[in-house]
């Protein structure tokens, strides 16, 4: 599915909307360039899991934890990863497979590790159709 986003506010409203139909044990991985919004789509996104607390990319620690919601979302930012072993320092199975809600910012660049059920979201941006303007794929094995 394409969507065609307009504001930044817009983003952040499809975020929620997965948001709320989130389950426990999801993987949503998020790619796009920098400055494209993947930080408003993971403030939506923990929004629709009822999580209050601000959302920040994690960058200098991989992941970071919110379990005061529905469903504990924990995200990364991998882009920072170099070998895809680097994750299994830091327990990734443990969230994966967990209860909680995964969203992987920079995902490609541990491909390899990305279970086949996981929701797959690239955000484009289009200088011609405006400077707010995103292409969102969401690309669900699930439907």
């Given at each position: ?45 923990a ?8 959302v ?21 930012d ?24 995964c969203?992987?910012e ?38």
């Amino acid at each position: 599915m394409v969507f065609d986003s307009f504001s930044p506010e817009e983003t952040r409203r499809l975020a929620r909307e997965l948001g709320e139909g989130a389950r426990p044990g999801m993987i949503v991985t998020l790619n796009g360039d920098l400055g494209t919004g993947k930080t408003v789509f993971a403030q939506g996104l923990a929004e629709g899991l009822d999580i209050r607390e601000a959302v920040n990319s994690p960058t200098f620690t991989i992941v970071q934890e919110y379990r005061e919601g529905r469903i504990p979302l924990y995200h990364f930012d991998v882009y920072r990863i170099e070998e895809p072993e680097e994750m299994e320092e830091i327990g990734y199975e443990d969230y994966f497979f967990g209860d909680g809600v995964c969203l992987v910012e920079w995902a490609d660049q541990i491909r390899e590790l990305i279970p086949d059920s996981a929701v797959r979201i690239t955000i484009e941006k289009d200088p011609e159709k405006g400077f707010d303007y995103r292409r969102i794929t969401i690309e669900d094995p699930g439907n």
